[in-house]
């Protein structure tokens, strides 16, 4: 073998090599883009019931109208296929489209804005190259007036968005800052965690002290003992994101039961640690209802006893609540409320679904049930289809007077507010109305301007 041809085969030996490394660098790129977007559940918003992943299509009522969610697939003519890595940052980061239009705040970009450059760089990797392209595009969204005027978001974002990347505190332990750099951007607790104002802002005074998703309440998550996680370990914290329940505290429910299934069960044990490392710091908001812990409420209790013996109307309407209880909770609850022997099935008391002074979410699970794709978190039918409002409020009613917190009541009238999806919301006719005023307003200082100009005018000439 000649000097030449080592010298070709040396050559070939590097450049596979080289081919190689950057396979190698790309597959990594591309998981770790995975991971975040995992971190990030972009497929919850932007999957519909029984669609493709990531094809948009999802409906996102919101207090404005419904937002229909985009596909964010590499497709060219339907996704986002077109768009340069820095639209891509621009969109997910400052909430502004390839074509320039406005994103809504329903797309967490204020939360995102927190994710680093490189971060940014592999979400795109993993969503030009790794996601499966859809040609099909859903239906665009439509809000009423003022607020199909996208335009009017870049003023919004001058008020509310806080676009610098997250940057560490160097007084905190690396373990707290990846879990607030998760809390704060990527996994966007406070979107629902937080509490907003009339301009469907968050509140930065009230991080993460409990929030509105639709008709469920995202509780506080701060560190108060009382009104939040401050009683709760880190341990119990983790083993809440990871299964969907923290063992005699809470169960996973609603929105909170996807993000878990979608997102939180799939992160890393550190970044789960680090997320708990991160809440138990969490300035404590404390609501003055909440006299003691929510998930301390309550004792065993049978009152299936209590009504043995006793006919049941023959008007159900008119059942009592130990009877709604004896006929559709007991047979997995138990009689007395403490769940089943196997601890598959929570007690009822010192529970948060039942020790909250408010009880929306206990008609929620009752009307909506708990459902999981997998084996994850705990599952409970529901009850809309076979209970009327009215039985609703007489069991809920049963259930936080003797397993929760009594202070907690509802009626029929509520159930039926939450079983339509919520009392409609007035921000479109007070908006209205503020612009009503505004343009009055102009025309009075234009008839004043015009009288005033044509005084001078006339007293010019006298």
């Not at 994850?376 to 397993?403: C, E, K, W």
Request: a neutral charge; glycine letters at 8%.
């Amino acid at each position: 073998m000649n000097a030449s041809t080592c010298c070709l085969l040396l050559l070939g030996l590097l450049a596979t090599a080289s081919v190689h490394a950057a396979d190698s660098t790309d597959a990594a790129l591309l998981q770790r883009g995975q991971y975040l977007a995992t971190a990030g559940d972009c497929v919850a918003c932007h999957t519909a019931p029984a669609g493709k992943p990531f094809a948009g299509g999802l409906t996102v009522p919101t207090p404005i109208g419904n937002i229909i969610a985009t596909n964010i697939t590499p497709s060219a003519t339907a996704g986002i296929g077109h768009y340069t890595e820095q639209q891509f940052s621009d969109a997910l980061r400052k909430g502004i489209r390839a074509d320039g239009k406005r994103l809504y705040p329903a797309m967490p970009y204020t939360a995102y804005a927190q994710i680093t450059d490189d971060d940014v760089h592999a979400l795109y990797a993993y969503f030009m190259h790794d996601v499966a392209p859809v040609d099909s595009k859903p239906a665009p969204t439509r809000l009423p007036f003022p607020f199909n005027i996208r335009l009017s978001m870049a003023a919004w974002n001058l008020l509310f968005l806080d676009s610098k990347p997250f940057a560490p505190d160097p007084g905190k332990s690396a373990d707290w800052n990846r879990g607030a750099y998760l809390v704060r951007g990527l996994a966007h607790c406070s979107t629902c965690h937080t509490p907003r104002n009339l301009l469907m802002a968050e509140q930065s005074s009230r991080e993460l002290a409990g929030g509105a998703v639709g008709t469920w309440l995202a509780p506080n998550i701060t560190s108060d003992a009382n009104s939040s996680i401050g009683g709760w370990s880190e341990e119990d914290l983790v083993d809440y994101l990871k299964l969907g329940h923290a063992r005699g505290k809470a169960q996973a429910a609603g929105p909170m039961a996807e993000a878990v299934e979608h997102s939180l069960q799939h992160l890393e044990p550190a970044d789960l640690q680090a997320i708990a490392t991160y809440l138990k710091t969490v300035p404590a908001r404390h609501d003055p209802a909440d006299i003691q812990a929510v998930d301390s409420w309550g004792a065993a209790f049978d009152g299936v006893a209590e009504q043995r013996g006793t006919p049941f109307p023959d008007d159900a309407e008119k059942w009592s609540g130990a009877q709604l209880y004896d006929a559709h909770c007991a047979s997995c609850h138990q009689a007395r409320g403490e769940g089943s022997f196997d601890g598959g099935l929570p007690p009822l008391f010192h529970n948060t679904a039942t020790g909250r002074a408010r009880a929306d979410n206990l008609v929620l699970v009752i009307l909506e049930g708990i459902h999981w794709t997998d084996a994850s978190g705990v599952h409970m039918p529901a009850f809309a289809n076979d209970l009327s409002d009215q039985q609703i409020a007489t069991l809920a009613n049963y259930l936080t007077r003797h397993y929760g917190n009594p202070a907690a009541t509802v009626d029929a009238a509520r159930v039926g507010v939450l079983r339509a999806g919520g009392a409609p919301s007035h921000l479109v006719a007070l908006a209205r109305l503020a612009l009503a005023v505004i343009a009055l307003l102009i025309v009075l200082v234009i008839v004043l301007r015009v009288r005033r100009r044509r005084r001078r005018a006339s007293a010019g000439r006298a």
